[in-house]
């Protein structure tokens, strides 16, 4: 193999390479798992903002179970002295019942009060139940697609490794002045650096034919293996052994 076919050969692998690499980062999961990942921060959200409305409805359900606690001690303490004895006078009595009768109203109050919160809490409990379904539900999707990618990874990896080791092979045959100079390009010219002189004088590379004179000459007065260039994209042209 002349070292200009040897430089093909190295831009073919090096095409594949870069058709591998992005195959693998274009891979449609990628996407769906960005979007997956997008919807659990959003469900997130959400599920703190129902978060919230269930700790505020806690605080009042809970003031309101102190608040009967507190009426039952109170309650208590005041039957007490209404049958302990110690106290005998009527008014005094009737005084006592009254604050008892207040405060039995006043615990009846309050627990429709803590009923309420407790009626209150079941659709956000049911809201965050549904939320937290989608989400496991989403993460378990994230989790299959991730596992899919590491494999087609692992496959691609392969593949840019066989590639590699070939395109090696290949590179070892071509000058290190040439193979400088292709690199370069390369990184020049968006991954294409060395193209066939196409039947008819177009350059493979950028697709635009070389002036007819200027073929001819080529043809006429240049070795097979000598080094040209296309005039307008300036990559290196390999001609065709014929
Ligand atoms: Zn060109």
Redesign the pocket.
Known sequence: MTPLEALIAVQAHDTTIDQLRHKSAALPARAEVAAIEAQLVELEGKATDVGAQLHAIDRRQKAAEDEVASLDAKITELDKKLYGGTVSAIKELQALQADIDSLQRRKREVEDVELAAMEEREPFDAELGVIDAERSRLDGVAGQLRTAIAEVEIEIEGAIADEVGVRDEARALVPPVLLDEYDRLRDKLGGVAA?RLEPGGR?G??H?SLPAQEVARIKRELPIDALIH?E??G?ILVRVEA
């Open positions: 193209a350059c590379g950028c635009l296309c307008q994209c990559r």
